[in-house]
């Protein structure tokens, strides 16, 4: 079975950091792309980074300059720098895993996205 473990999220002042982390566990094979979307409430859910396998990296105007995405490919894990947090960056992250394969009793399995349980974040005034 395949998981998706979100930690390091939490309460935070205005100006503060924090890093989260995700590991897949499990029979993984590979993961192509991985990242953190969030949602605020009353809002969609929205991209903040991605990371692909080779190291690629994309990020929402919103967090660049002050989010660091970065990536554990013998892991399966995928980090979030959290810099200079503001009080719009609250909401519940998510990790995502894009084109993840994994192993199970003798099988191979293809899944186009894959998603954690959310974690969050709230940044204080």
């Known amino acids: 079975q395949v998981q998706l473990v979100e930690s390091g999220g939490g309460l935070v002042q205005a100006g503060g950091s924090l890093r989260l982390s995700c590991a897949a566990s499990g029979s993984i094979f590979s993961i192509n792309a991985m990242g953190w979307y969030r949602q605020a409430p009353g809002k969609q859910r929205e991209l903040v980074a991605t990371?692909?396998?080779?190291?690629?990296?994309n990020y929402a105007d919103s967090v660049k300059g002050r989010f660091i995405i970065s990536r554990d490919n013998v892991t399966n894990t995928v980090y979030l720098q959290m810099n200079s947090l503001k009080v719009e960056d609250t909401a519940v992250y998510y990790c995502?895993?894009?084109?993840?394969?994994?192993?199970?009793?003798?099988?191979?399995?293809?899944?186009?996205?894959?998603w954690g349980q959310g974690i969050q974040v709230t940044v204080s005034s």
């Open positions: 995502n895993a894009d084109g993840l394969s994994y192993y199970s009793g003798g099988n191979y399995y293809y899944m186009g996205d894959f």
């Open positions: 990371i692909t396998s080779g190291g690629s990296t």
